[in-house]
């Protein structure tokens, strides 16, 4: 599996808007499959595949790719493995890539979040470890 991550177009050749059964024919059948529903009554689909430490979210009347949370450490980001970078490096490269409007938050739970709206990408660290990548449509 290519672990490219393409900003607002998917991961390798999983593309957002892709619908559930073209990801299930690339990837095979999920570990565990998850239903929630949304308040305005939308039901989102969540694919977990522990393989590819990969969790994909669908949503929609006919549910499509919409984000994938991933924290697999051979995911690569411009050609770089992402997960070998710290918290610097990934800003760095970010801004090298024209993607400049960041944030930073910390989390309730203990982590700390670098997210890039116009990228619609976060990066979440424990210290200067990069933990996942969440990044959407």
Request: net charge negative; charged share 30%; glycine share 8%.
């Amino acid at each position: 599996m290519d672990y490219s991550i393409n900003i607002k177009k998917g991961l390798g050749d999983i593309t957002f808007g892709m619908p559930v059964e073209d990801v299930v024919a690339l990837l095979g059948e999920a570990e565990e499959v998850e239903c929630m529903d949304n308040a305005v009554d939308e039901t989102t689909t969540i694919l977990h595949y522990d393989d590819g430490m990969l969790t994909l979210f669908f949503e929609g009347e006919n549910p499509v790719l919409e984000c994938i949370d991933m924290s697999d450490d051979t995911a690569t980001l411009f050609g770089e493995n992402v997960f070998d970078l710290g918290e610097k490096e990934i800003v760095q490269l970010m801004v090298k890539n024209n993607y400049f409007e960041q944030d930073a938050d910390e989390e309730a739970w203990g982590e700390r979040r670098i997210s890039f709206g116009e990228g619609n990408i976060d990066f979440f660290f424990d210290k200067d470890e990069l933990l996942a990548v969440v990044f959407g449509s």
